[in-house]
């Protein structure tokens, strides 16, 4: 089994930066799909982005620019840094991985991701 725990998260301005950090143990997700989702107050939880084992990389549309996510398959880690943040972006962020076998569910769908953290809070004041 993998355990996910996600640092980073916190209080920033309108405008700031933000890199979250997901790390897992338990063992090695080099073969994983990695994704990030978050679920902001009151709202559903929503596709932010994900990162294949090979590093190739897809993002919610709206959020193309803004963010980044990468991985350190040596750390077991994986990241996602957030620039220009506003408060639409407050949430908690929850980093998910596959199994590391075959997985014929899109990334983009929380049904592809067996391992999931307990999320980290990101609030962006205006």
């Known amino acids: 089994q993998v355990q996910l725990v996600e640092s980073g998260g916190g209080l920033v301005q309108t405008g700031y930066s933000l890199r979250l950090s997901c790390a897992a143990s338990?063992?090695?997700?080099?073969?994983?799909?990695m994704g990030w989702f978050r679920q902001a107050p009151g709202k559903e939880r929503e596709f932010v982005g994900f990162i294949t084992w090979n590093g190739n990389t897809f993002y919610k549309d709206s959020l193309k620019g803004r963010i980044t996510i990468s991985r350190d398959n040596a750390r077991n880690m994986m990241y996602l840094q957030m620039n220009n943040l506003e408060p639409e972006d407050t949430a908690v962020y929850i980093c998910?991985?596959?199994?590391?076998?075959?997985?014929?569910?899109?990334?983009?769908?929380?049904?592809?991701?067996?391992?999931w953290g307990q999320g980290a809070l990101v609030t962006v004041s205006s």
């Open positions: 998910a991985a596959d199994a590391g076998v075959r997985n014929l569910r899109p990334g983009t769908s929380a049904q592809a991701y067996t391992y």
């Open positions: 338990g063992r090695t997700i080099s073969r994983s799909l």
